[in-house]
């Protein structure tokens, strides 16, 4: 790959191409497979994300070919600033998109991530809209106060944002103590059977 001769200076060696290759190998591989990903119907939902993932290698690529051309600029280090920069602006979009207290969707992005499911439906395909709430919570927040109240709400949320990961539904904070599930091809076609299988339980 490259060697140093006897006076301490570096040469590049008849294999010194094959460096870049295995050190992007890994990476492009993992950037196809997103890409493939985002175009798939069962993550129409998590289409940008994985977009976001197949784009995080194109700009230390790019810059990388560049550096071996000109080993004395760094624009590989351009190219990897680029790419953390653009993974700070999608977190950042993350944070917008989210509720504050739960970290589960908030209404816009539940209504945004709606949309998606229904333009995503294939012929037969149904799909369920069900708003939960949180039976007596103002009971629960008038006697244990609102940290309880907080506490519980997060329990809730965290329990559905574990069946939406598995089921690859869609869950999110419609506001105070309302939740709201989109889920499609439920094969009992019985929309109860889904609340009952949502491993929701606090104390």
């Known amino acids: 790959l490259f060697y140093f001769d006897k006076n301490g200076v570096y040469h590049r060696g008849p294999l010194f191409y094959m460096q870049q290759v295995l050190s992007y190998w890994y990476i492009l591989v993992s950037s196809v497979k997103c890409f493939a990903r985002s175009f798939e119907k069962r993550y129409y939902s998590r289409k940008n994300e994985f977009l976001l993932l197949s784009a995080f290698v194109i700009p230390p690529l790019i ?77 629960i927040n008038d006697t244990f106060g609102h940290n309880e109240g907080d506490r519980i709400l997060t329990e809730i949320a965290a329990a559905f944002q574990k069946y939406a990961i598995k089921t690859n539904a869609c869950c999110g904070r419609y506001g105070g103590d309302e939740f709201v599930a989109c889920v499609r091809n439920i094969e009992t076609n019985e929309p109860t059977r889904v609340a009952r299988d949502i491993p929701v339980s606090y104390t």
């Not at 816009?108 to 709606?114: A, G, K």
């Not at 499911?117 to 294939?122: D, E, G, M, P, V």
Request: charged fraction near 20%.
């Open 63 to 139: 810059c990388g070919i560049i550096q071996i051309m000109f080993q004395n600029l760094p624009v590989l280090s351009v190219g990897i600033v680029i790419s953390f920069l653009m993974a700070y602006i999608s977190l950042l979009e993350g944070l917008i998109v989210s509720d504050p207290l739960t970290r589960i969707p908030n209404r816009h992005e539940l209504l945004e991530r709606l949309a998606s499911f229904i333009k995503s439906l294939k012929r037969g395909e149904e799909l369920y809209f069900m708003f939960i709430d949180v039976d007596s919570f103002k009971e």
